[in-house]
């Protein structure tokens, strides 16, 4: 594949044991000398647009990479500074690990200088270094006064104690000591973790002939290899990674840390744009509601205010949303607290992304913060409740983050539990902690299961075991004559808070905890079904009587119910569905029902003749049986059911059921 960086050469780089993936962002105003820099400490020229070299200034972000004398490989990520390029340097700075701040001696701190700043530190980079560059351009005491702006600067920032170094991009001079304190400081960056399913954030999109459509970012977790099926996220769309480099020379697989740049076979270039994410089919799952710690900037002019509009930055992400406080109408300079961001777009965010907020106009950065649940419900800005259970899911221990994320119910209102690895994910806490955390919490009855591998709160179960029961209950009342609900119709009345699994799941609980009943697909509550009251016995006895006194020329249903006096035909028809549940009365089509040793006997009489004669005609039917047609087809119809005769043009012959009697020996 060619070279998918321009600025990125071909120069190999033998990985050794103590060496490391590392990212290095720049920052900073606009011409204080970021690109100068990177090409000083690299000899690559990230400014790879016509414009940009025209025109002296970085409009895009540019790529590079720098060996480190002690065998760590850094990939550099070039940023703009203008302030009309902003969001572009948001794009790629929300992976770095550390970052050279650069400011020009010749004009100190600007306001891109604090702008970038804010974003570094709303992005929790913690690590960096100041980098005074032109010093070549200014006396002695100018670069003193320019360190001086700078030391004032840091001190009001999470940067106090960053060393600065004064560098020259055109004499060379400082660099040796820039690249042996770049040094000192990757080696205290930890790394990125190498497993799990790969996430990486799309910052730049092109196609390349023979290759087709090229994504590249940093990979922030996980590995992406040579083959490997992947998903474009959001909206889960299928690609195969064809190739796969690193710096510009291809590798079989990248590691977490890396720059990375991916050939994807089965997505055009217009299928991806910047912002969206490479990951594993289904590790991801987009949501435009996100429950948040937000941050407003120290020095900021203007408060968050409630519904507030904003440009939303996580990754190379922009999206629009709004912000919603709780308990509170804004939130004020300098000033957290836990929040709610509205997007007009779906993202995937996971807990403990960071983010940033700017104004949706001017276009200044606002705030920032950490993503505490990426796939949130919506709340209302009047519950302080969900506020307070929020900044439990954030800080709280195992116990009380497992218990948080199990009573705050999912995104779409579904009460279906979360697994293990779910938890996990949700809570930000180990495998272990999370088993530890259930099983301390199952023992008190606050967290219980929904079927194998699903957990919910104690709570939740406790209300989905209450609107089964209701369920049932409320069934059985409208038609007592019935042994219980179908589970079909529990499954739609639980629709909006239950999937079908998990109905099952927790009626099956019930019956195994004795509460509950079953009878094919239908569950009762209270108990085994008790019978017919007497009242309705005798009614049962009499139509029963009815249809044995008629022989097979039986009256019609109703006729037969009216005769018994079994009242109005809504309540004649419960006491027939009863009775044939009951197997006691078999109907055959809508009209007719015959008792159950009716039906008995006339398929032993049936037997009989087909056992001896080996044919039953139609009138020898009629003649055995004394019935009109009427009632001779829809009879032998039941018994072609049964298996005891079988139609054979115009006559019937022994059926399935007799064969079998016929063939057994003795």
């Known amino acids: 594949m060619v070279r998918p960086e321009p600025s990125e050469r071909n120069v190999p780089h033998a990985e050794t044991p103590a060496s490391r993936n590392l990212i290095m962002g720049t920052a900073g105003h606009v011409d204080h000398g970021k690109t100068a820099l990177v090409r000083l400490l690299t000899g690559i020229d990230t400014d790879r647009l016509k414009e940009e070299r025209e025109r002296g200034i970085s409009i895009e972000l540019g790529f590079a990479h720098l060996d480190l004398p002690s065998g760590h490989r850094v990939g550099v990520v070039d940023v703009p500074g203008h302030e009309r390029f902003v969001k572009h340097m948001l794009a790629g700075a929300g992976g770095i690990d550390f970052v050279l701040l650069v400011v020009a001696a010749d004009e100190g701190v600007m306001p891109q200088t604090i702008e970038h700043g804010q974003i570094v530190e709303l992005l929790g980079v913690t690590r960096g270094l100041v980098v005074l560059t032109k010093v070549d351009m200014v006396e002695p005491e100018l670069v003193d006064l320019a360190e001086e702006d700078v030391r004032e600067y840091l001190a009001g920032t999470s940067f106090a104690g960053w060393p600065i170094h004064r560098v020259s991009s055109i004499t060379g001079e400082g660099k040796d000591r820039l690249i042996e304190a770049i040094d000192a400081l990757a080696a205290t960056v930890p790394a990125r973790p190498g497993t799990g399913s790969p996430r990486l954030p799309i910052d730049r999109v092109f196609t390349m002939e023979g290759f087709g459509t090229v994504v590249t970012g940093t990979l922030w977790r996980g590995t992406v290899s040579e083959g490997q099926q992947v998903v474009v996220e959001p909206g889960a769309r299928a690609a195969r990674v064809r190739q796969v480099q690193v710096h510009g020379r291809k590798v079989a697989a990248a590691q977490a840390g890396q720059r990375v740049a991916l050939a994807l076979h089965g997505l055009a270039k217009d299928d991806v744009a910047r912002g969206d994410w490479v990951a594993a089919a289904g590790a991801m799952r987009e949501s435009s509601i996100l429950d948040v710690r937000l941050r407003a900037v120290e020095a900021g002019e203007r408060t968050i205010r409630q519904r507030e509009r904003v440009r939303f930055h996580l ?352």
């Not at 509205?342 to 705030?367: C, K, M, N, Q």
């Not at 199952?442 to 179960?461: E, F, I, N, W, Y």
């Not at 029961?469 to 079909?488: N, T, V």
């Not at 006096?565 to 055959?588: D, M, S, T, Y």
């Open 315 to 666: 990754g190379a992400t922009e999206v629009f949303g709004r912000v919603t406080l709780f308990g509170r109408e804004e939130l004020g300079p300098g000033e957290d607290d836990v929040a709610q961001i509205r997007l007009e777009d779906p993202i995937v965010a996971e807990r403990g992304d960071r983010f940033v907020i700017r104004w949706y106009s001017p276009t200044h950065t606002a705030g920032g913060g950490q993503v505490i649940e990426g796939q949130a419900r919506k709340r209302r800005r009047s519950d302080v409740e969900a506020a307070a259970a929020l900044a439990v899911l954030e800080r709280g221990s195992a116990a009380e983050r497992v218990l948080a994320a199990l009573t705050g119910r999912p995104a779409s209102g579904l009460m279906n539990g979360l697994t293990m690895e779910e938890l996990a994910a949700r809570t930000g806490a180990s495998s272990e902690d999370v088993a530890a955390a259930v099983a301390e919490l199952t023992q008190d009855g606050r967290v219980g299961s929904l079927g194998p591998g699903r957990l919910v709160s104690g709570a939740h179960k406790a209300e989905i075991v209450r609107e089964i029961e209701a369920a049932a209950c409320d069934y059985q009342a409208r038609f007592p004559l019935r042994f219980g609900i179908p589970r079909g119709e529990v499954r739609s009345r639980l629709a909006g808070v239950l999937r079908p699994e998990a109905v099952d799941a927790a009626i099956e609980d019930l019956v195994a905890g004795g509460r509950l009943f079953v009878r094919d697909d239908r569950v009762r509550l209270g108990g085994p079904y008790p019978g017919l009251p007497p009242r309705l016995q005798e009614v049962a006895d009499r139509f029963k009587r009815v249809l044995e006194a008629a022989g097979y020329s039986v009256p019609t249903v109703k006729e037969a119910m009216a005769e018994a006096g079994a009242g109005p035909w809504p309540q004649a028809q419960e006491l027939l569905g009863f009775l044939v549940g009951e197997a006691e009365i078999v109907r055959l089509g809508d009209d007719l029902a015959y008792t159950r040793e009716q039906l008995a006997r006339l398929g032993a009489q049936v037997t009989e003749v087909l056992l001896a004669k080996g044919v039953l005609t139609v009138a020898d039917f009629k003649e055995k049986t004394g019935v009109s047609r009427k009632y001779a087809v829809p009879l032998l119809e039941y018994l072609d059911g049964r298996g005891i005769s079988r139609r054979s043009g115009d006559n019937r012959v022994p059926g399935r059921a007799l064969a079998r009697k016929a063939e057994a020996p003795g």
